[in-house]
């Protein structure tokens, strides 16, 4: 992992330092992504499922926690790189409600499996030439 994902990977470890309703269960930096499982451990959190994220999310809400870590990543990094105000991140995410413990193990699977597809990766820069699709949850093909 280079600079910049031990940046994210700090960062997301700080998330449940800060946000006491909010615990981790599987979650992988990837070279140009990352995925997680949110677990939120108190039920008045004020999730809204609105995508893409408003001007500003509601608090507690898991828009409000990819904002909050997307920003203070954003900042670590260009600080590092010298380049202020420079994007990091795309503008939206991929969310999912795990509702059963089948679904669970799928996603909790599909993290842990996803380093293995890194040298498919059509964006990964040591793939001679190959193409690939990022495949994600249930064959759908995701811009994570």
């Known amino acids: 992992m280079n600079e910049y994902g031990k940046v994210a990977e700090r960062e997301w470890l ?3 330092q800060i946000r006491t309703n909010v615990e981790f269960d599987e979650f992988i930096i990837m070279p140009n992504h990352m995925h997680s499982i949110i677990v939120i451990v108190k039920s008045n959190v004020g999730a809204t499922g609105r995508s893409p994220l408003p001007k500003r999310p509601t608090p507690k809400s898991i828009g409000a926690i990819v904002a909050g870590f997307k920003s203070a ?3 670590r990094i260009n600080d590092l790189r010298g380049t202020p105000y420079a994007p990091v991140w795309q503008r939206n995410y991929y969310e999912h409600v795990i509702r059963n ?3 669970l193990s799928e996603i ?3 993290i842990v499996n996803n380093p ?3 040298d498919l990766n059509s ?3 040591n793939n001679s030439g190959r ?3 990022r495949p994600c949850i249930r064959n759908r093909t995701c811009s994570c």
Request: no cysteine.
């Open 101 to 103: 413990e089948d679904d």
């Open 116 to 118: 293995l597809k890194w």
């Open 73 to 75: 990543t954003t900042r």
């Open 14 to 16: 700080k998330t449940t």
């Open 123 to 125: 964006e990964n820069p």
């Open 131 to 133: 193409t690939a699709v």
């Open 108 to 110: 909790r699977e599909y």
